[in-house]
């Protein structure tokens, strides 16, 4: 477990509309969306997280630059301010899903880079784009603007019982943001720190959202202790994530992430060819294959439509010596049975040989535009893949409802 500590955050002024400023973070964030934020309000965390492109940018002039000269001024107009008590953030989201109610509990503190004790697992593979993309910002603006996910196993809710008597009282936030409701208290008592810290030490944690980001923070600490030394800016050596309980139960949501493939990058016809190693399926409703889907794991969904038709053609994998001929190496069979394993690897890289994956296929919630459609990867999944040191490909796991950016901010300059 890497060490963690309170932190002064940074805020948004209580006085301020806090539904209207903040945001999702970026990577879910649509050009469409993007617009939409920069009219919702004049301090919208959009133009921190995913600042606009303006024509004629370059290395002087472009969004990062813009972004840390923003959050510069904000601060000094104190639409941001900086907490007065280093605190660990306790947080609750209330939300619906399939009409049922839920909740999921977390925290939020500052956690340490450094170290050769540390157990913080990532699950997925991450793309040099998005990295090039975020280390710009980090350079930049040298803050955390939003949390990075993570899970620990605490079945006992060790920590869910040391954190309740603090939740009784009145939240330090309580925002509402598409049928979520996001609730904040801060946490600055030393002794139930203190016990906290202790129940954590010898935790695995899991990276559930936020892999770019920690990759990047990672690497820009990195960065900063060769220009500054080990003790020159320890600010650097922190990250800020957002911890919560795997054991809770059903507030913990995976869904799936269905994928885009850009047309004509692929045959379809060549699909017929799988039916050697994969049972198809037809069904006439996305509903009734999104069933399909849950209930055979090993398996995606082709979307397709002529006119007013629309049919999903489900391929169940009948036969694993498929997947075998594309990934080499002594995989955990959660890896090789894993839905996203099977289409990405398998079929799109292996059997359809994709070129260039990062530009042919991007990624999607909405069932309806998707071009390939998945089942939602599990909790046990993604454990025993991290725990054998293997990752899922890119986007296997959408954890919902997403971390808010800009409800605490972490500031290495600052905020210790």
């Known amino acids: 477990m890497p060490r963690i500590k309170p932190f002064k955050g940074v805020l948004y002024n209580q006085k301020l509309p806090l539904s209207m400023v ?21 301090a919208n965390a959009i133009r921190l997280i995913l600042g606009q492109k303006h024509p004629g940018d370059n290395l002087k002039h472009n969004r990062y630059k813009r972004a840390a000269h923003v959050y510069k001024k904000w601060l000094k107009q104190k639409i941001l301010v900086v907490d007065n008590t280093p605190s660990i953030y306790i947080t609750r989201v209330d939300f619906k899903e399939d009409g049922r109610e839920k909740t999921r509990l977390g925290f939020i503190a500052a956690a340490s880079l450094r170290g050769n004790k ?21 350079r930049a603006c040298r803050t955390n603007f939003s949390q990075i996910f993570t899970l620990y196993s605490d079945p006992e809710k060790s920590i869910t019982k040391l954190l309740k008597p603090f939740m009784a009282k009145k939240p330090h936030f309580r925002v509402r943001y598409k049928g979520e409701e996001h609730f ?11 016990r906290l810290t202790k129940i954590m030490q010898h935790k695995d944690i899991f990276i559930a959202d936020g892999h770019h980001r920690y990759a990047v923070t990672h690497g820009f600490s990195r960065e900063m202790q060769k220009r500054f030394g080990a003790h020159g800016f320890p600010g650097s050596q922190y990250i800020m994530l957002y911890f919560s309980n795997m054991d809770e139960g059903e507030g913990l949501s995976i869904l799936p992430t269905h994928r885009l493939v850009r047309e004509g990058a692929i045959d379809r016809d060549k699909l017929k060819n799988l039916k050697d190693f994969f049972t198809v399926v037809s069904k006439k409703s996305i509903r009734d294959a999104a069933k399909v889907l849950n209930k055979n794991r090993q398996a995606f969904g082709l979307l397709t439509k002529g006119g007013c038709r629309q049919e999903v ?18 995989f955990p069979h959660a890896k090789e049975a894993l839905a996203t394993t099977i289409l990405d690897e398998g079929v799109l890289k292996g059997f359809l040989k994709l070129k260039n994956f990062e530009k042919n296929v991007s990624y999607t919630r909405d069932i309806k535009e998707a071009t390939f459609l998945l089942p939602p990867a599990t909790l046990d999944e993604l454990k025993t893949i991290a725990c054998a040191g293997e990752k899922m490909p890119h986007k296997s796991t959408y954890f919902y409802p997403k971390l808010l950016s800009g409800l605490v901010i972490y500031d290495q300059e600052r905020s210790l």
């Open 22 to 42: 903040i945001s999702p973070p970026y990577d879910v964030i649509s050009p469409q969306q993007q617009a939409i934020f920069y009219k919702r309000h004049p």
């Open 118 to 138: 540390n157990r913080l697992l990532p699950h997925e593979r991450t793309f040099a784009g998005p990295k090039r993309d975020r280390l710009k910002l980090m």
């Open 184 to 194: 904040i208290w801060k946490l600055s008592h030393t002794k139930t720190i203190n």
């Open 313 to 330: 053609k489900i391929f169940i994998l009948k036969d694993r010596a498929f997947i075998k001929k594309f990934i080499k190496g002594n």
